[in-house]
């Protein structure tokens, strides 16, 4: 089955940097876009950036100018490059997989299970 593992996040101080991986597995088909999402305490999840599979981006105004989005498609994975981290990005990161497969119409989505990033001031 379609599995979403993200990795990378961490304890960083303000003003550091943290990359973020999010790796498909169980792919029958193709992978439509993808997205980061978080939920910080108390917060409802959240838009942080999106990537189609032709790599057009969109990202929220919160993160535009130190996040960066990207994907490698031959992989199967997804990227979210912060910088400039600041406290109130504390939050659990989700990423989100449109998936088409073989079997199945229209594509379905798929979340991680999260990890945790935490920036100290």
């Known amino acids: 089955q379609v599995r979403l593992v993200e990795s990378g996040g961490g304890l960083v101080q303000a003003g550091g940097s943290l990359r973020l991986s999010c790796a498909a597995s169980?792919?029958?088909?193709?992978?439509?876009?993808m997205g980061w999402y978080r939920q910080a305490p108390g917060k409802q999840r959240e838009l942080v950036a999106t990537?189609?599979?032709?790599?057009?981006?969109n990202y929220a105004d919160s993160v535009k100018g130190r996040f960066t989005i990207s994907r490698d498609n031959a992989k199967n994975t997804m990227y979210l490059q912060m910088n400039s981290l600041k406290p109130e990005d504390t939050a659990i990161y989700y990423c989100?997989?449109?998936?088409?497969?073989?079997?199945?119409?229209?594509?379905?989505?798929?979340w991680g299970q999260g990890t945790q990033v935490t920036v100290s001031s």
């Open positions: 169980g792919i029958t088909f193709s992978i439509n876009a």
């Open positions: 990537i189609t599979s032709g790599g057009g981006t």
């Open positions: 989100n997989a449109d998936v088409q497969g073989v079997s199945y119409f229209p594509p379905r989505p798929y």
